[in-house]
């Protein structure tokens, strides 16, 4: 793909778009390569919220009056749009705090089930003492703290799928740690450190072939705001997402579940607004989504988080999937060429998400990011909460650029080009090196 | 009609007072409990069936909807939406086939979602075209539903093949 | 107090401070009278978050960067800024979803410690069968079932103190429900219902004396915003409210724990963020506040909150509670004239924190509810979240009118006005009522 | 002088090089690891002390605080600014007594903490004045403490009446 192809994203220019984005109105602004942590929020997303806290403000659910009624349908409306933009029925999308709170839900209810707490429906819930949660090496902490959580709760083992020298797991790999004691299948659609698209259609049948008491749960924090979502086509379980990472709010994120899984799960946060009835005790809770929003909701968030959908679906997911990939693969293959620049995860030429992830021969992360940052490059540097994958690698952290669909091919050029300098500035950089630099 | 004059039509007035149909009914053939989470409230249904009979059905399948309702009861509490809408459906259900509450409930149902709009057909739904105006106040539409949608719970028991 | 006086709110005229509230720019919007249930925001909290999103936006905590770095520093010192607010160390205040959460935090924390997921610190926390946790029957579910299922969890029994007729508990009754064997006093500062304000420090004392081996957890929800509120000086253990009934964001609330307290209490929600080193099999955690942070925090929404308490700071809690206390004896005083309403919690004349929920006779809340909405008073209408507490009345739902610090006399007297109408328009009025109406 | 070479002055990048120290020390009087959450690294420093003597006492209280420190080593990773921080303490803090090493930490820390602001001295700071640039960099504060916190820890541990 030509630069010139780089600087569109579907219909229009990544230049006009930009100017939806207050963070980016002052042009010598630093390049922001770290929207895989958390992304700018354009004009129409700030603005939908403050509309509905200046002019709509209200309880939901509660009371009698035209106020919360209005509120309501406006909370109602975004979870509608939230759940279509996946590929979820209304009932199937549970707002929570962020994706890490929705695995936590997931994990603690399945605890809470195999404690006895809940009912009949919830025993395909229980785990026992010998029974398998399988991950891979490569989660998020999100999505392995909490099985490592659970498995201490139950008595049961978990089991991690092995990551390669670049940090790639593969359905062999995983294949070889199922079996009928699998209660859990863990995995990220995408990688937040090597930018793997997990082929979660064909994890889905394999695990429901070898493990069929498994239930699947995919971490798509970094999919959903970056490619076409489908959950029922894909088959998983549960699935959970963040606000943030997609132009939406902080403090608020998804838990998607099949229907009849949620209503049956127990909820591990219990409070206001779950439940039918309450005596001093004992309470009933409602069916989903509502048996898991305990208090106040995250309403205006919620109403934002809508908009920022509508947003993102004008440009459409597949452009901004064939955007930020083709940013990432020219990335890849311009540091193929760079000495003593390593890059994790999927080599030039294979398919990989918006982000890459490198080490830098001889000079520390976090050096490195301090100076691609006085260059005027904002990246992320660390184990990206991936410490075990990074064990693997070898590495204690690694340096991360990552796009959204305001990235321009300019600023990862700029990334490369400040690469391109590191090691010499740190004093470490070879002949070789030093000739291409 | 100002608004709350349109929510609160006097014949939901009475028929809240009224409350037709606040009773126990013996061995019902169906029973079903609804709670209305907002409010906390609750009412039970029971309803008795006769049996179908060959002459009454309006269909020829002679299947289960074509049995009639001889009775409806209800007991509960709530606010006096739910209270005249329970003693309305008292009213309007005795006598008709399953079939035809079953079409009853689903008019009335497409009456409270239309939010104001359209104007209900008295033809099919006779005094529960009082309950248009709750359509406007999302809030109010469960009250409305409450006792219908435990009739309906109660038709889908009686009526279900291993009864 | 006189209608001048309960017009002016510390040193500013209370039309004057609602010239800062959007919500209220439009003069002829309805009364807002359910602040107690979630308040409106004034300009400069609302302006406060977006420019920490327009301008600011970066993740914090992790990376080298400058942006990083600076939001990191706007992030503490929210935090700072909340802990003074409430007489808390910056290392005592935990960012939760809402006061919900916070209590969940708790409760999940010790049931975790029971079970063995913690170490000889937490030993404190490991409730047994037998043990006893205490809360009172006027509790709003949040501070309510998540004790209920710590008791389930761990076989703790829960017990109940009795409210007399008006909804009230005593120390007396406190006191015998304790022992030895309690583990835990849950209880609210504020009820949101009776409007009753507990004697803390009398409780805490109680508690220290009767029942040594308690913790004492604060339900804050309705003190914080409205009242003075020193956590060390009071001597609970842990505290929780939420930033949406304090002029702040949704989506954000506080844990209050004494330091070495949360220290030790296993976190029940996991995640990146939360930990020091991780395995595949094995996590280690943070010290407090940090341990309980799982995934990204709230980060817009805290600079917001600390927004909010300078707003309220500005004011001054005394003149804040002054203010709605008035208004809210005020409405007492002239109900006590009106038949066929009942007032629940405080009669004339004993202190009330600044709201009020009444029955009415013959109508159902509900329906008063819609009656006073269509009045132009918008208030709450239900069980308010304490089914246990409108049993113990003796009905099902209660009819609430709140304040917060922009409500007006005018507003309250609406709320009476239309509250003597009410009987006459479902034609339940008495021939003394219509007298009066 | 620009940002970054306000950061990375050459003796920083130099002593990140040299890692005076960084061995294996047995038989350490105290030993104290010392984690880097924000970025995963360690470091695990040891100390050992020649006993007070009453000499070399500064005051007379005659103390643990006037124990010398007769070696420091470290053994860890980390990114130049926190290696470069170990090597240079490792150089100033040799023969030092503990009250000396301990204002000598206190002093490091308030440079640190200075935002920029001020100029350290270089009497009492020796060399230790080229971290004053970090100050400037909330997020990697941390990394020039990490091995003078584990110091202090180990003279915590040292000087502990009831080691
Ligand atoms: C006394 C009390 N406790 C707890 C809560 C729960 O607060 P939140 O819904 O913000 O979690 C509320 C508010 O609804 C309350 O009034
Ligand atoms: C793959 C992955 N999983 C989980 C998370 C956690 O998301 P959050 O911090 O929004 O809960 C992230 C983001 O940090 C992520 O990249
Ligand atoms: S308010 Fe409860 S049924 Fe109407
Ligand atoms: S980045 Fe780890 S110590 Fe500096």
């Given amino acids: 793909m030509s630069t010139t192809d780089l600087d569109r994203i579907g219909a229009r220019a990544v230049s006009d778009l930009r100017g939806d984005f207050p963070a980016f109105a002052d042009r010598s602004a630093p390049a922001y390569l770290d929207s895989a942590a958390t992304a700018q929020r ?21 009371g009698a009056s035209a106020a919360v009624g209005r509120s309501t349908t406006l909370f109602e409306d975004a979870r509608a749009t939230v759940a279509r933009f996946v590929g979820a029925g209304d009932r199937e999308v549970v707002w929570t705090e962020n994706a890490t709170d929705a695995l936590n839900i997931v994990a603690l209810g399945l605890a809470d089930a195999s404690a006895g707490l809940a009912g009949p429906e919830a025993s395909r819930f229980v785990l026992e003492a010998g029974d398998e949660i399988v991950v891979t090496e490569a989660e998020h902490h999100a999505n392995l703290i909490p099985w490592q959580r659970l498995a201490a709760r139950t008595g049961a083992r978990l089991r991690g799928v092995r990551v390669d020298e670049h940090g790639l797991w593969s359905l062999d790999g995983l294949a070889a740690e199922l079996s009928e004691r699998t209660r859990v299948v863990a995995f990220a659609e995408v990688s937040n450190v090597t930018g793997f698209i997990a082929p979660v259609a064909d994890v889905v049948a394999l695990v429901r072939e070898r493990a069929p008491r498994a239930l699947v749960v995919l971490d798509a924090c970094q999919s959903v705001p970056h490619r076409p979502t489908d959950f029922a086509a894909l088959g998983v379980d549960f699935a959970a997402f963040s606000g943030h990472k997609m132009l939406g709010p902080n403090g608020i994120g998804v838990l998607y579940g099949r229907a009849e899984l ?66 990432a693969a020219r990335v890849v293959d311009r540091l193929a060429s760079l000495p003593g620049v390593r890059v994790v995860g999927p080599q030039a030429g294979a398919p990989r998400a918006g982000l890459v992830a490198v080490g830098v021969e001889g000079v520390h992360a976090h050096d490195v990011g301090q100076f691609l940052d006085e260059a005027g490059v904002v990246v992320r540097v660390g184990h990206h909460c991936a410490q075990p994958l990074h064990r693997a690698l070898g590495v204690t952290a690694t340096t991360r650029a990552s796009a959204h669909v305001y990235t321009t091919a300019d600023e990862m050029d700029r990334f490369v080009d400040a690469l391109g300098e590191v090691r010499r500035f740190f004093g470490v950089a070879d002949q070789a090196a030093a000739v291409i630099a | 009609m100002s608004g709350l004059e349109g929510l609160y039509q006097q014949i939901i007035l009475d028929q809240s007072k009224r409350r037709n149909g606040d009773r126990l009914l013996e061995d019902p053939d169906a029973e079903h409990h609804e709670y209305n989470p907002t409010c906390g409230d609750e009412i039970t249904v029971r309803v008795k069936l006769s049996s179908a009979d060959a002459a009454d059905s309006t269909d020829d399948r002679g299947g289960p909807g074509t049995a009639r309702i001889a009775e409806l009861a209800w007991q509960g509490d709530g606010c006096s939406i739910s209270m005249a809408s329970a003693s309305t459906l008292t009213e309007l259900v005795a006598g008709r086939t399953v079939d035809e509450a079953r079409e009853l409930i689903e008019a009335f149902r497409a009456m409270l979602r239309s939010q104001g709009a359209g104007e209900p057909d008295e033809e099919v739904l006779g ?36 009864r």
């Fill in chain 1, 262 to 327: 949620l209503d049956a799960l127990p909820p591990a946060r219990t409070g206001g607004s779950t439940i039918t009835r309450v005596t001093l005790d004992h309470a009933e809770f409602l069916p989903a989504p509502h048996r898991f929003e305990a208090g106040t909701q995250p309403v205006s968030q919620a109403v934002a988080l809508a908009e920022a959908v509508r947003y993102l679906e004008a440009i459409g997911m597949e452009a901004v999937a064939a955007h930020e990939q083709a940013l």
């Fill in chain 1, 42 to 62: 354009p004009r129409q997303v700030l603005d939908a919220e403050r509309d509905y806290l200046e002019r709509h403000l209200a309880p939901v659910h509660r």
């Fill in chain 2, 127 to 162: 005094d529960a075209i009082a309950f248009h105006g709750v359509s406007k106040y999302v809030m109010r539409v469960k009250c409305a539903m409450l006792a219908w949608v435990a009739l309906e719970a109660c038709l889908a028991q009686a009526t279900r093949p291993a």
